[in-house]
């Protein structure tokens, strides 16, 4: 087999697609957190803990109830989408005419308390949860082998994505949205419920999130700790990209995940902190973020 | 609007402290009141607790005071003060451990470590505002932590152990839970008086306006980002000293100090006592120590429990402890 800058390409290939596939949760979880915060400007520090909600539910859906990963992947996000519209109505919602810090300490202590509960319930030893049978094995491409069900994961998760981005740039709905975070009182005044619309953006965000936990559930073990320290990488990554742009989160989200594992073949010391490196320069070259407006 | 409406609303608690009479050293009478109380407390503490107790309480206080210097003063919220507590504790642990250094020389090491990052964290998250503050503090705190799981001289999971305490000066031995406890408490009234006039000075004056209308600030002259840097490495270095302290304490430096759980554990100790007031994060810590120490037995129902203290304090009791105190008493705490 032939080399490339002295790595051999299965090597190579197969960091690239662990990069893509850590890229696809920065993706999915930053496109979560900019939804949330364009309207309800509330930094969602839950969302690392909502992620883990949803691998769990996922695992629970299957070992309580016998329901299977395909059932799983609806389910779990609509479950979870529903306990963040509760959060929502009961708890942030008094918050909005207060600083936005607020809403960061609140959602932070949300987390902690999420975290406990599932810690105390299921211990922190991570419970396993089987590949679907269907997308078990793999495919040799030539240049690499790839995991049947890792290619699903970042197709899949860049078709989320996509679908998001046509949902929030090109529809009606969308345009409500993108309305009411310029100016939800003249949106209100032509009658739109925005109160409703907030609540449902929230739950959205959350289920986004869930959703990357079911997909991340057969990759790495369901824990109570998974999101919690995912959460804080995808802020650095919320910060590099800015949250000005749907389609920045996506492409910062899959880019960043791609050079962390470019990363991991050439100076596997530096991959866990080459995003926190990246985020420290674009504050100094760009500090709005690649595809944020300046404040 | 809405931001600037809470500001006015913060304000009103801090205010009146320009108006409070005047009493000895031009300090109010009843913060006098207060400081000399706290420190016959502190005094004859040691002899009805358990002094390593009450050394991590003085530890924590610290701390806390050092981040509601930048929160509650500079209205500046960092998720990351763990890089500072934590790596001031590894660096004066390894410096009396592995270089032999005298307690004081291992805390001002330490110490300065703290100022450093402070600098360079500090220099770069100040160029952005609110919540993209808050979150790059967090991610390079985050970066400490990392960093401090694969550095060989952190010892990774099991930390910096059996750091020695020495002998202060070379003289007097630390060893004694009793003398070590009368450093630590010299070391954090030092801290906490020097907090107290950076807070009273001409500069937390400017401080306090930047913090209540950075626009209009810039619009008077004042370079507002100097002064924003400026409390951002004060802080630090005060969080660094409370740190390299504890390191001295317990004996020991570990990832725990670094982690970001820690720097949520301040922003609690600071939301809880009263942010912005000058004895409510002392009292936060005393609260939030204490009921790690007497309820440890309950495992992660700790976690459980400081989530809950997060949640209710924001939704009902933002003054915290010591401002629903200063209001009932109309005093400025």
Sequence with gaps: M????????????????????????????????????????????????QYMMGAFVAWMLLNYLGINYWAALVLAPVI??????????????????????????????????????????????????????????????????????????????????????????????????????????LVGAFGINVPRLITLTYGFGVALAAFAGVLAAPIYSVNPNMGADLIIVVFAVVVIGGMGSILGSIITGFGLGLIEGLTRVFYPEGSAVVIFVIMAIVLLVKPAGLFGRAA | MMAAETRNARTEVAAPALTAPAGAMGMPRHHLLIFVGLLALGLIGPFVLYPVFLMKVMCFALFACAFNLLLGYGGLLSFGHAAYFGSASYVSAYAAKAWGLTPELAILLGTATAAVLGLVFGALAIR??????????????????????????????????????????????????????????????????????????????????????????VSLGYRTNQYKLAVFVLSATLAGLAGATKALVFQLASLTDVY??????????????????????????????????????????????????????????????????????????
């Design chain 1, 2 to 49: 032939f080399e490339l800058l002295g790595i051999p390409p299965q090597a190579l290939f197969g960091q690239l697609l662990l990069g893509l596939i850590n890229g696809s949760f920065y993706a999915l979880l930053s496109l979560g957190l900019a939804v949330i915060f364009g309207l309800l400007n509330i930094i969602n520090f839950t969302h690392g803990a």
């Design chain 2, 128 to 217: 952005r505002q609110g919540i993209y503050f808050a979150m790059v503090t967090l991610a390079f705190a985050q970066m400490v932590y990392f960093f401090s799981v694969q550095a060989p001289f952190t010892g990774g999971e099991d930390g910096i152990q059996s750091v020695p305490r020495g002998h202060l000066f070379g003289l007097i031995d630390l060893g004694p839970d009793r003398s070590l406890y009368f450093l630590v408490l010299a070391i954090t009234f030092f801290g906490l008086l020097l907090i107290y006039r950076i807070i009273h000075s001409p500069f937390g004056q400017v401080l306090k306006a930047i913090r209540d209308n950075e626009p209009r600030s």
């Design chain 1, 80 to 185: 979870v989408g529903i306990t963040g519209v509760i959060i929502e109505r009961l708890l942030i919602s008094r918050l909005y005419h207060l600083d936005h810090l607020y809403g960061l300490l609140l959602t932070f202590g949300l987390a902690l308390v999420i975290q406990g509960l599932f810690r105390n319930e299921y211990g922190i030893s991570g419970l396993p949860y089987q590949i679907p049978p269907q997308l078990s094995g793999g495919m040799n491409l030539g240049f690499m082998f790839l995991p049947n069900y890792r290619g699903w994961v970042v197709a899949v998760s860049l078709v989320v994505c996509l679908a998001t981005w046509f949902v929030i740039e090109k529809t009606r709905l969308g345009a409500y949205l993108r309305a009411a975070t310029e100016n939800p009182t």
């Design chain 2, 260 to 333: 970001w759980t820690m720097s949520g554990e301040v922003v609690l100790m600071t939301l809880l006592g009263g942010m912005g007031t000058v004895f409510g994060p002392i009292v936060g810590a005393a609260v939030v120590v204490g009921m790690q120490n007497y309820l440890a037995t309950l495992g992660a129902w700790v976690t459980i429990i400081q989530g809950v203290i997060f949640v209710v304090s924001v939704l009902l009791f933002r003054e915290g402890i010591i401002g629903v105190l200063g209001r009932w008493l109309k005093k400025p705490l």
